[in-house]
């Protein structure tokens, strides 16, 4: 089973603690200055629903923007934690938060709940961010999983400081990446000059190796198809498989992932059906 990038977790503290050293008068400003970076991007102007975060251990603030004057005209999602899930409620400025897991601040829990698909702009905190549209969270996994339920035409920013916005970040096959960064003095958008193709080789078991007579397939698809995309096209070419698409796991590099995951050039992807096929 594969294991978590072991790199993040000391870059995580690393970065953590640059944070929470931060004087709170910097704070103050830099987050004022972050939030007018937001205000300019044509992807807050026109979005009406955002799901958004409250500030925690010297994040920056971004919920003064819900009373700016075109704030006040969107509809705002802030999470609540149950689990291993973000349970997404409606809030309006004025009502009241209270505690909740790890002490972040959250809405009520009979608020209003919006699903996911609902998002036209999500703004995630990071606690690091790269150049390729990569995030680092707190290991949790909450945001890649709200970003493979998210429509796909939500704009998806992160939001962090200067110094947390680096070159690359170790990652996991499961990270997902961001549409962009924001940070006090600029907006990155992820590198647009990488591979239009990627490589990779497909494990076959049980109905998938019978019907095509091979352990394995090496393939070159576009860029950005996903795990259960492959799949599709699997059964395009041998319909007699669509029976057992809903049944099929997918493995990435020797972790289960959903197959909405996105590959990468030189993935192992895993397509695990019934082994008995039935």
């Known amino acids: 089973m594969y294991r978590p ?35 300019s991007l044509p992807e807050w102007q026109t979005a009406q629903v ?12 971004i919920l003064p923007l819900a009373q ?14 149950q689990g291993e899930l973000l349970i997404w409620h409606r809030w309006q400025p004025g009502e ?38 990569y995030r680092l969270g707190y290991g949790g996994g909450y945001y890649d999983r709200l970003l493979a339920e998210v429509r796909s035409n939500t704009h998806t920013i992160g939001v962090c400081f200067d110094f947390a916005l680096l070159d690359a970040l170790p990652t996991d096959p499961w990270d997902r990446q961001f549409e962009a960064f924001c940070t006090e003095s600029q907006v990155i958008h992820p590198q647009s000059h990488g591979p239009t193709h990627i490589r990779i080789t497909i494990k076959l078991f049980a109905v998938y190796q019978e019907t095509f007579s091979k352990s394995e397939l090496i393939w070159e698809l576009p860029a950005g198809i996903t795990a259960g995309e492959v799949c599709d096209l699997m059964i395009q070419k041998h319909p007699n498989l669509g029976h057992w698409r809903n049944m099929t796991r997918f493995g990435i590099n020797f972790q289960f992932v959903p197959d909405s995951t996105l590959l990468r050039d030189g993935d192992e992807l895993v397509l695990i059906p019934p082994v008995s096929g039935g």
């Open 96 to 133: 009241p938060l209270e505690p909740g897991a790890y002490g972040v601040q959250e809405p009520a829990s009979d608020a209003p709940v919006v699903e996911p698909t609902a998002a036209d702009l999500v703004l995630a905190p990071c606690v690091g961010a790269d150049r390729l549209g």
């Open 50 to 61: 955002i799901f958004a975060y409250v500030s925690h251990r010297l994040e920056p603030d």
């Open 68 to 81: 700016t004057e075109l704030g006040r005209n969107k509809i705002w999602v802030l999470p609540r934690c």
């Open 5 to 39: 990038n072991p790199e993040k977790k000391p870059l995580r503290r690393a970065l953590l603690l640059q944070r929470q050293v931060m004087p709170q008068n910097k704070w103050h400003n830099l987050s004022t200055a972050l939030r007018d970076r937001i205000q």
